[in-house]
Nanobody, 124 residues
């Protein structure tokens, strides 16, 4: 059983930074392509960023390019999302996603496994 656990959300003023973490538990001997998605209140879930199992390839939504950076830990079973220059429109529940090809975790509906989400609120 694979579980994804997110952490690092919170309240931040516009222009500030937050770093989200996602840890994979369970079948940690398998390295997964992983992604971050977000869902704002009243809106559909959307892709944010993704990274290959090796960490060598990344992709980003146009709305976060140049502001957000996805990376993997040395052990490769933790993925981070560094969010700089936050904007009020970044307010959403952020979900970690894994399973499938890099293309799969780079677009909705995403891969097989989902975390429960962590709330990011950006005030103006």
């Amino acid at each position: 059983q694979v579980q994804l656990v997110e952490s690092g959300g919170g309240l931040m003023q516009a222009g500030g930074s937050l770093r989200l973490s996602c840890s994979v538990t369970g079948r940690t001997s398998t390295f997964y392509n992983m992604g971050w998605f977000r869902q704002a209140s009243g809106k559909e879930r959307e892709f944010v960023a993704a990274i290959s199992w090796s960490g060598s390839d990344t992709s980003y939504a146009d709305s976060v390019k140049g502001r957000f950076t996805i990376s993997r830990g040395v052990a490769k079973n933790t993925v981070y999302l560094l969010m700089n220059n936050l904007k009020p429109e970044d307010t959403a529940v952020y979900y970690c996603n894994a399973g499938g090809s890099l293309a799969t975790v780079s677009s909705t509906p995403g891969g097989l496994y989902w975390g429960k989400g962590t709330l990011v609120t950006v005030s103006s």
